[in-house]
């Protein structure tokens, strides 16, 4: 390396731009840091790019890839953008003990706090974090992933592939699949994918909490994950022309304070299609289908706040359980008798108190 750039990297490492296999530059105008790796190499220590005063780049060649153990790269007050690289752990590296409030103090092969990082694509796989975040954890900072897959990560707690942390998160063209811990989640920040695949993660797909601006998610499919779909809590989510199917216990489940807009939206084959949790929770529907799920569940509210907007919002909404005053059956009991009658929520319905009553109206 020569004096000029290792002076002017004061807080990169060098377990990087020391290695043969990587050429390291540093550009005048504008002054960057450009890293072209051109081989499969392995890491024994984390490389940092810590309060980079410029941009920096990590780029690959066809077969390049960084291997190894923990952490791999570590992003602070930085702005990078990878491309074209896997970054690929080996599964180790989450022995250690961590509080699951401990954000991104405890996670896998990517960490970017107070920064900017873009990953395109790029495979981010093998990660394995003690706490949260297995593949990416992201926290007050600004994540893009475009083209990407985050594959066979996983992490103790949240965010088997990736965690966000008062974060925004957008997403382009990205699998998120097979990670254990969930696929992302997003705490006090925000999500907008624009054609994404989220699948065969074990636990949920997609978990959100304690955000302020509902979610985008848009032109995707959720399917095929351990327990739920999408959960939401104390966050409201909008999805639109997504595909939610065959999802563990539940399709979507709205709980506490949380709400959600679907706007052409098909939901099927789960055992709980549509969750609402209590009366806190909202859902508005446009054009959504609710096919072949055992059943359709509003949680243990009298009537939740439930607008329909479109009747074809009603079919194959049945059957559906619900607690209500009296003896009516409860979401929380599976072997409760189903209500003979196919149950619809349409506009048609009466509608007081700002509460959608349930009328037997045959689903056409």
């Known amino acids: 390396m020569s004096t000029l750039l290792a002076s002017a990297l004061l807080t990169v490492t060098h377990a990087l731009c020391d290695l043969p296999e990587v050429a390291c530059s540093l550009a005048d105008v504008p002054a960057h840091l450009q890293v072209f790796v051109n081989a499969p190499i392995t890491l024994s220590q984390p490389f940092r790019l810590h309060n980079l005063p410029y941009p920096a780049k990590i780029a690959g060649s066809e077969r390049a890839a960084l291997r190894g153990s923990g952490r791999l790269i570590d992003i602070v007050s930085a702005t990078v953008t990878i491309t074209n690289l896997v970054i690929a752990g080996d599964g180790r590296g989450d022995e250690a003990y961590a509080e699951p409030e401990d954000g991104c103090a405890n996670s896998g092969l990517v960490r970017v706090r107070d920064g900017q990082l873009t990953l395109a694509s790029s495979v981010i796989e093998g990660g394995a974090a003690p706490g949260n975040g297995g593949g990416i954890c992201a926290e007050n900072s600004e994540l893009r992933v475009e083209g990407s897959a985050i594959r ?3 992490a103790r707690y949240h965010g088997g ?17 097979a990670n254990a811990g969930g696929g992302i989640a997003a705490f006090a920040g925000e ?3 624009d054609g994404f695949l989220v699948t065969a993660n074990k636990y949920y797909g997609i978990y959100i909490a304690e955000s302020i601006r509902p979610h985008q998610l848009v032109s995707g499919t959720i399917a095929a994950n351990g327990l739920a779909g999408l959960v939401a809590r104390e966050a409201g989510a909008y999805l639109r022309h997504v595909l939610v199917k065959q999802n563990g216990a539940y399709g979507v489940k709205v709980g506490h304070q949380a709400s959600a807009q679907l706007n052409h939206v098909t ?13 806190s929770a909202s859902v508005n529907l446009f054009g959504v289908w609710l096919r072949e799920n055992e059943m359709n569940c509003l949680g243990e509210a009298i009537y939740p706040t439930f607008s329909v907007s479109d009747d074809r ?3 194959g909404l049945f059957p559906l359980r619900f607690r209500a005053y009296g003896d009516a059956p409860s979401c929380k009991s599976w072997l409760a008798s189903a209500i003979p009658a196919p149950l619809c929520l349409s506009t048609a319905d009466a509608q007081y108190g700002g509460r959608c009553a349930i009328g037997a109206l045959a689903c056409q």
């Not at 974060?167 to 063209?173: G, Q």
């Not at 939901?267 to 009366?279: A, P, T």
């Open 161 to 177: 592939g990736i965690a966000a942390y008062r974060s925004s998160v957008i997403l382009s063209n990205v699998v998120i699949s």
């Open 191 to 193: 999500i907008d994918a």
């Open 267 to 279: 939901i099927r084959n789960h055992r709980v299609g549509l969750y609402v949790d209590d009366f």
């Open 152 to 154: 066979i990560n996983r």
């Open 313 to 315: 919002s009603c079919v």
